[in-house]
């Protein structure tokens, strides 16, 4: 596997961006091939693909606020607060010489319930939507009906004939494995070995089979696809090429609109909004990406983070190779501390959407991410884990860039997990960052 050395020196002439990447570098690269709205060739999915998605989630509202009492008190629809983070704004520009112009945003998924991550968007969404399909073609239940029925025994006795298998670096697994585990399914988690302890601990807690593997992510994937398809009842929740997955993400954005209203907030030309979202797979910033396109069209510029060990949608969107390369091809370890964002090969499904719609990546370093983690705690009082961190250095990325003029921009900085994290290892990513 990989280029050889003749081949990767080929592409680095064709692309010399490359030499940065290859040399671990941090870096920002701005989209040759994005599009504008009216330019858009067809994409395999649609608003409409987006708006029933948003129907999906309505009629399961019921059974979540029923079985995760934690999504009751917003009547069972799984959403998290936009904050205005002025103090850390401040903390940007005085450290980091950003001169950030406009307000700036934390989404802030890492308070998501169920999974504690970005993950309880995609990740329940793709569960929900095979069970329903499951259970109307079993004549179990019409779309009109009461969906807490989700709920009773006869639905879990169901369910437990299917398996569901995914492969993950932890995140994804968690939102999968819990909501797989709790309609009943036969759900088994193939996790790889950076996946982190207590992210094991739990699933099993929760009823879901956990299957450690040596290699990485994209390994985990596999072996997953291949033991869970060999079973006929086998459905696999594919994180390398899912639609489902990418839909269920997009649903933040209908969302996202409401709260900017509700707040206030005008997006237009001359009010830009721009949205930083770390980038594993692609397929959550990718997903979001599609929404926020459909809502706000070419006022909208959305931006990846992948650190500088990881740069998979980087590499596969600059040679045009999207998932027929990976990092590895071009001898990177893609080995980082960002859960979620040590993948080596991006999405098929969300490269080719992300190529027309994004604006650009920029890549960080390891330490900025434990940095900007202990100086978010200590000027908002917010902790997220190391990866959610990420999107905080693209205000400061975007005003030394001149990509677009930002005067009265707003920034929205997505923070894609945290609450699920043990105190002791949260304590342990802010002790680190203080310390560097
Ligand atoms: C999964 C994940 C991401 C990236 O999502 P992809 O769909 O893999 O691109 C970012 N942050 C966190 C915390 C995640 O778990």
């Not at 998605?53 to 079985?67: C, D, G, I, Y």
């Not at 954005?253 to 979202?277: D, G, T, W």
């Not at 997505?414 to 310390?435: C, H, I, Q, R």
């Amino acid at each position: 596997m990989g280029f050889g050395q003749q081949e990767i020196n080929q592409q680095i002439q064709k692309y010399p961006l490359l030499k940065n990447i290859t040399e671990l570098e941090p870096v920002v690269w701005l989209n040759p091939n994005q599009k504008k709205m009216d330019q858009l060739s067809k994409m395999a999915v649609t608003k409409q693909d987006m708006e029933d998605a948003a129907k999906l989630w309505e009629r399961f509202a019921p059974f979540l606020a029923n079985v995760f009492p934690e999504t009751s008190s917003s009547g069972g629809i799984i959403e998290s607060p936009l904050r205005q983070i002025a103090n850390m704004k401040k903390v940007l520009n005085d450290k980091y010489d950003a001169n950030i112009q406009g307000n700036l945003f934390l989404k802030c998924d890492n308070e998501l319930p169920i999974a504690g991550s970005i993950k309880a968007r995609g990740g329940v969404y793709e569960v929900l939507y095979f069970a329903e399909g499951l259970a109307i073609n079993a004549g179990l239940i019409q779309k009109g009906d009461d969906y807490t029925n989700f709920a009773s025994e006869k639905m879990k006795k169901f369910f437990s004939q299917y398996c569901i298998g995914v492969g993950s670096t932890g995140n994804l697994g968690l939102s999968i494995g819990i909501i797989s585990a709790k309609l009943g399914f036969d759900v088994s988690v193939y996790m790889s070995a950076d996946a982190k302890q207590w992210k094991k601990d739990l699933l099993r807690k929760v009823g879901a089979t956990v299957v450690e593997f040596e290699g990485d992510f994209g390994e985990a994937i596999s072996a997953g696809r291949q033991q869970t398809l060999l079973n006929p009842m086998g459905y696999f929740v594919d994180d390398e090429d899912s639609k489902h997955l990418f839909l269920g993400y997009s649903v933040a954005a209908l969302r996202l609109k409401k709260q900017l209203e509700s707040q206030k907030i005008e997006v237009n030309e001359e009010h830009p909004l721009v949205v930083y979202l770390p980038c594993g797979v692609g397929g959550s910033p990718g997903g979001i990406t599609f929404g926020l396109k459909q809502m706000f069209g070419d006022d909208v510029h959305c931006f990846f983070v992948e650190p500088t060990h990881s740069p998979a949608m980087l590499i596969g969107l600059l040679t045009g190779e999207k998932e027929n390369v990976c990092v590895q091809d071009f001898r990177i370890d893609n080995l980082t501390e960002g859960d979620g964002l040590a993948v080596g090969r991006p999405s098929k499904f969300a490269s080719s959407v992300c190529d027309q719609m994004i604006s650009g990546i920029y890549t960080i370093e390891d330490n900025d991410l434990f940095k900007l983690l202990a100086q978010l705690a200590d000027s908002e009082g917010i902790f997220v884990e190391p990866s959610a961190a990420s999107g905080l250095l693209g205000p400061s990325k975007m005003a030394a860039s001149n990509y677009t003029n930002l005067k009265n921009a707003t920034h929205i900085v997505w923070a894609t997990g945290g609450s699920l994290v043990p105190k002791e290892d949260m304590n342990s990513f802010y002790e680190k960052g203080k310390s560097l």
